[in-house]
């Protein structure tokens, strides 16, 4: 019998994300630690191995050094097979051209070989930097039942934060007849959350025109779904329910994982069916010495913890020395926070010292103006010295 | 020079009771999140061992289930890896009563493979050891058997005094004793159940064993040899935790309570490499108080957990209090019920406002799976 895969999927994860600033200056935003023991990147994995999709590229482009690391060979996702399984395609040089990805669609279109190696009917195309769990299967169900040749996630969000998204209008059947980028004055709340399932043989012939256009930005967005509509081809919105965050910014990547200490957050991250995996670097229980306190936190392991932790996610072997205080705040792994330091409304890089006494980021009612005050970062390997004071909205 | 693992994973299996009913002695839970083989498979591992056999006997589905294919470990090889050898119970032989008899079993095992050097182990020891120290060490001796020990005067009280030793001023052992009821005299040191031994002379003792049908490494072999060929002892000089009986495992496992203990067996010698089960950061809620205790990861806490160790997925209802207590994965605790001096095996169930309070010193277990 012939090998071919179903359905195969195409992941983006080639984003600088320089809107979170010093968190990605050395690593690209789907590496980015999440939620204690998680990077951006293992929801969308996770997600693929979850329905029963077992191959995917990994388009990658900028500093990808440590996202190719912790990718491997797929075997924490189980995307480790002989045939299928997880796959770096970063650009390459061809026999008459050499280019980086110039844009979404173009990353695709230099992988095409990639993909009809595998011969498949479907393809979908995912962006690496969005927190959710979904059934892409259920997705992949509807797009053969509409007999569409792209069917898009929508997401219903309100009314005043729509004309920050690309919106679909649809019709009463969930046909897109209209696709806005970011209007001003939206005509509908279904955003789209960068999922896209298009029918591979369709996808390919619109990728090959737009690369012949030199005019294009080469860009799903921007190119690819408007020449599908213009033509007059099957395009669906496929209504997506439950916990969605881009988390490009750092008021997004903060609120996101404060999210998590929600009980009533619509994503269940502790569903046995349905696991978000992650790279696993085996570390022994947290310890939680006398004098702590920890209440409405996440903690994940291999900590010591000595001083008090309100409403914070702790991740990997981090230190919490006597009388420090953490507070709305996300320290990732490795982090040292010593005697009496206070952090508050703060995202703290991997492995930063934060010294005695010393206090980074600033509570909400020290400013007048709410404008003024937002959450701060410290980047990854940074020492914060004795009774430094970062500010609030700061980045060091 | 390369060595290969042996692991004897069913030895003392009788000594912790309900605890082994239904696993081996290499598969206790320890520590939160492992179980005891971890120790001997991640210490053979950071050693360069490439090449591992595991001697089962019974009870080793559970065991078997926690090693998969060795990936954890990197002992998912082409070359060498992790075997599992059950009991070699064809022909004339049973299920063994010995280790000496068990290793009847690795001898396939041995033949094919290529190291000259083998290092044996139990699983009932808790510690961090570079067995390439003991190996040089071995060489430079000129040691037919060496064997791993600790200064009686270094032990806790409690443990069993199992095989004791004493050497001559060479360092080569002179007198054997097992379980002597006057163990800690000056110069007396514990076997703790590790020796690195030529293949070579090892096949030949298994083949010795065989013909003359004798059964116990330490007493048939190491004890009747000791003046006929050179064993040497070799001393380990970092903490060990000795789970020989139910109350010492209880206590071993608070020991790890205390942070230097702590640090030496899981960050100053590296990680200790155990099967991943891809949990949830573990979860305090409002009404959480957490004081000297090891919470692992999947854990939801809304009660009080004091001096006590949560293995993964514990749930800690709201009001329930939990002290010097050990509690294994996935036990859900109800709402306002009381849990002292106690071990819960996995999945245990306590409903809302029961109490389960045991001695310190005789703590009460609950079996894998009950409901109260």
């Known amino acids: 019998m012939l090998k071919t895969k179903e359905c195969i999927a195409m992941l983006l994860a080639g984003g600088q994300g320089s809107r979170l600033g010093v968190l990605t200056k050395h690593l690209a935003k789907p590496a980015v630690p999440f939620g204690g023991k998680y990077r951006i990147i293992d929801f969308t994995l996770s997600n693929c191995i979850n329905s029963g999709i077992d191959t995917v590229g990994v388009l990658t482009q900028y500093q990808p050094l440590l996202l190719n690391d912790y990718i491997g060979n797929g075997h924490p996702w189980g995307l480790n097979r002989n045939y299928g399984g997880v796959h770096i395609l970063s650009p390459y040089t061809k026999s008459k051209t050499a280019e980086w990805y110039k844009g979404t669609a173009n990353a695709i279109y230099q992988n095409i070989k990639f993909i009809d190696n595998y011969n498949p009917e479907y393809v979908v195309i995912l962006s690496g930097d969005h927190i959710y769990k979904m059934d892409y299967s259920k997705m992949l169900a509807f797009h053969k039942e509409k007999q569409a040749d792209c069917t898009i996630a929508v997401l219903d969000v309100p009314k005043e934060e729509a004309s920050r998204f690309g919106i679909m209008n649809i019709t009463d059947d969930n046909k897109i007849y209209e696709f806005e980028e970011k209007p001003p004055q939206p005509k509908s709340t279904k955003a789209s959350m960068g999922v896209y399932i298009f029918t591979w043989d369709k996808l390919r012939k619109y990728l090959i025109e737009d690369e012949e256009n030199a005019e294009s930005s080469n860009d799903f967005g921007k190119n690819i779904i408007p020449a599908m509509l213009d033509a007059g081809e099957n395009l669906y919105a496929y209504l997506f329910e439950g916990y969605w965050k881009d988390v490009g910014t750092i008021d997004s990547l903060w609120e996101a994982n404060m999210d998590l200490l929600n009980d009533d957050l619509p994503m269940d991250l502790s569903d046995k069916k349905f696991k978000i995996f992650a790279r696993n670097n085996s570390n022994p229980c947290t310890l939680i010495k006398d004098g702590a306190v920890v209440k409405n936190s996440l903690m994940s392991e291999g900590c010591i913890v000595e001083g008090n932790v309100n409403c914070s996610i702790i991740s990997t072997n981090c230190e919490i020395q006597k009388g420090a205080n953490i507070l709305y705040s996300v320290i990732m792994s490795g982090g040292v926070v010593e005697e009496g330091a206070t952090v508050q409304y703060a995202i703290v890089g991997e492995n930063v010292v934060i010294k005695k006494g010393a206090v980074v980021g600033q509570l909400p009612g020290e400013y007048e103006n709410a404008d003024d005050w937002g959450v701060c970062v410290v980047g990854n390997n940074r020492v914060i010295e004795e009774n430094q004071k970062v500010k609030s909205k700061e980045m060091v | ?372």
């Open chain 2, 1 to 372: 020079m390369k060595m290969l693992g042996i692991i004897f994973s069913n030895i003392y299996d009788n000594q912790l009771g309900r605890l082994t009913e239904h696993r081996a002695m290499a598969s206790v839970p320890y520590g939160g999140r492992y179980r005891l083989i971890d120790f001997v498979l991640t210490n053979m591992v950071s050693s360069s061992i490439t090449s591992v056999g595991v001697i089962t006997k019974s009870n080793y589905q559970s065991l078997m289930d926690h090693l998969g294919n060795g990936s954890e470990w990197d002992l998912d090889r082409k070359t060498d890896g992790l075997y599992i050898l059950p009991p070699f119970s064809s022909g004339q032989t049973t299920v063994y009563k010995g280790k000496l008899e068990a290793l009847q079993g690795a001898v396939n095992f041995l033949e094919h493979a290529m190291p000259d050097y083998v290092v044996l182990s139990d699983t009932n020891i808790v510690m961090r050891i570079d067995y390439r120290d003991m190996l040089k060490a071995h060489i430079k001796s000129g040691a037919d058997i060496t064997m791993l020990t600790k200064n009686c005067s270094e032990l806790d009280e409690d443990v069993i005094r199992d095989t004791i030793v004493r050497c001559d001023e060479s360092g080569r052992i002179n007198d054997v004793r097992i379980l002597p009821t006057d163990a800690d005299k000056e110069g007396d040191k514990m076997g703790l159940g590790v020796y690195i031994i030529s293949k070579k002379l090892l096949m030949k003792i298994i083949d010795d064993s065989r013909s003359y049908g004798l059964t116990n490494f330490e007493r048939d072999c190491i004890q009747r040899s000791k003046d006929i060929i050179n064993i040497r002892s070799y001393n380990h000089e970092g903490s060990i935790v000795v789970i020989d009986n139910l109350n010492n495992y209880y206590k071993g496992n608070m020991a790890l309570l205390d942070t230097k203990i702590n640090r030496e067996l899981f960050v100053k010698n590296g990680p200790v490499y155990t099967k991943t089960r891809d949990e949830v950061p573990a979860k305090y809620d409002e009404y959480a108080v957490v004081k000297n205790s090891l919470i692992a990861d999947g854990c939801v806490v809304n009660g009080t957990v004091e001096n006590s160790i949560l293995f993964r997925g514990v749930k800690v209802k709201k009001g329930a209090k939990i002290t010097n207590s050990i509690v294994m994965q996935d036990t859900v605790i109800g709402k306002d019920a009381t849990i002292a001096n106690a071990i819960l095996d996995k999945e245990v169930k306590i409903s809302d406002n029961k109490m389960i309070v045991g001695d310190k010193q005789y703590p009460t277990i609950l079996a894998k799976g009950v409901t109260i």
